[in-house]
């Protein structure tokens, strides 16, 4: 498989110096890279984003993560492997990712008091933007047909 084009963020040079920042941002957000390395890759998911899912797939991996942890995020429900604070940040991603499919209140009061019982307003800004910045990808990923383990450079 081959990408219809380079991806845009890559073409508009521009674009990256924005995108950069705002995984700046993120990473000063306090929250630990593996939880947004699993939010992400639930995001990706949720997307049939390949090139995405296969990208946090390898970034789990190379964190040390297992196996278990990492076959078993798309079933966080039903697997023994997750924390209650993980299973709070992959209740918030899919209820931000699947947005269309409520017709009111995407994310219920209960969910944001669960995750805000579980993270502060930093932390919490570094899941969202998390969450968003991956639908961004998975979207411009699906229109160009960016295949899993394509490079990015």
């Known amino acids: 498989m081959e990408a219809r084009m380079k991806n845009p963020a890559f073409v ?3 674009t990256m110096k924005g995108i ?11 929250a630990p890279q593996e ?3 699993i939010v992400a890759l639930r995001t990706s998911q949720i997307n049939g984003c390949s090139a995405c ?8 991996k190379k964190s040390g993560e297992s196996d278990e942890r ?18 709070a940040a992959l209740a918030l991603t899919e209820a931000v990712t699947r947005m269309a499919d409520r017709s ?7 969910l944001w008091n ?21 639908n961004f990808f998975n979207r411009i990923n699906a229109t160009i047909k960016e ?5 990015w450079a």
């Open 104 to 110: 009111t209140d995407a994310v219920s009061d209960d």
């Open 20 to 30: 950069q920042g705002i995984y700046k941002g993120i990473y000063e957000g306090g």
């Open 114 to 134: 669960e995750v805000a019982d579980h993270f502060d307003e930093k932390q919490l800004s570094a899941i969202i933007l998390t969450i968003s910045i991956t």
């Open 147 to 151: 295949p899993a383990g394509a490079s």
């Open 35 to 37: 939880l947004l390395e």
């Open 70 to 87: 990492v076959g078993n995020v798309a079933a966080w429900r039903e697997a023994p492997f997750y924390s209650d604070i993980e299973r």
């Open 12 to 14: 508009l040079s521009e």
């Open 53 to 60: 899912v296969h990208a946090h797939v390898a970034n789990l």
